[in-house]
């Protein structure tokens, strides 16, 4: 599957950004899907997931109750609502797809089978 992330940019802290990530290639309902980030000198970490059908989210203590992760499969495209956003959110953020079954795995990128290129999101203090 190929996946297309967009909507970074920058934005003042507290501000809002919706991410999308568009896929193409495979059936995107056999996918669950994450957003990761990579800040500057720090490894890639997870922010959000979710499962095939949406019924099942997780997020990372760090973005919890400010991210929200929802996907519209008739559409291709898992999104990341991010409000409340802070200097320490800025990052590049990835989306990627997993066929494996949805469970604590979805926080290691090791369970990814397919990444995106990534989107810039720099948040001003």
């Known amino acids: 599957v190929q996946l297309q992330a967009s909507g970074g940019g920058l934005v003042q802290a507290r501000g809002s950004l919706r991410l999308s990530c568009a896929a193409s290639g495979r059936t995107f309902s056999n996918y669950g899907m994450g957003w990761f980030r990579q800040a500057p000198g720090k490894e890639r970490e997870f922010a959000a997931a979710?499962?095939?059908?949406?019924?099942?989210?997780t997020y990372a203590d760090s973005v919890k109750g400010r991210f929200t992760i929802s996907r519209d499969n008739a559409k291709n495209t898992v999104y990341l609502q991010m409000n409340s956003l802070k200097p320490e959110d800025t990052a590049v953020y990835y989306c990627a797809a997993t066929s494996g079954r949805y469970s604590g795995s979805v926080l290691y990128t090791a369970n990814y089978n397919y990444w995106g290129q990534g989107t810039q999101v720099t948040v001003s203090s």
């Open positions: 979710v499962s095939w059908n949406g019924g099942s989210t």
